[in-house]
Nanobody, 124 residues
């Protein structure tokens, strides 16, 4: 069983940066694709970014491309989502997920494990 814990969210002003972490318990972290998703109040959950198990492949949604980057440190069982130049439209609860197949990375249901989320709030 793998448990995921997100951290790093907070309240920031527009233009600021945040660094979100997703830390996993258990073994075999390097075999899991890790995805980040977000959900704002009243909106559907949306894909943000994903990275393959060894980090050789990554993908970022067009809506955040150029501002968000994803990386991972397998020796620390941690995946990182760097959020730069935040704007109020980025306000959401950010979730990480692990497992699944990288080819299915944009589909929430394709993952095996899920965190509880970390809130990001951006004021104008």
């Amino acid at each position: 069983q793998v448990q995921l814990v997100e951290s790093g969210g907070g309240l920031v002003q527009a233009g600021a940066s945040l660094r979100l972490s997703c830390t996993a318990s258990g073994r075999a972290f390097s075999t899991y694709t890790v995805g980040w998703f977000r959900q704002a109040p009243g909106k559907e959950r949306e894909f943000v970014a994903a990275i393959s198990g060894r980090g050789g492949s990554s993908d970022v949604a067009d809506s955040v491309k150029g501002r968000f980057t994803i990386s991972r440190v397998n020796t620390l069982n941690t995946a990182i989502l760097q959020l730069n130049n935040l704007n109020p439209e980025d306000t959401a609860n950010y979730f990480c997920a692990a497992g699944g197949d990288y080819k299915m990375r944009t589909f929430w249901a394709s993952y095996d494990y899920y965190g509880r989320g970390t809130q990001v709030t951006v004021s104008s």
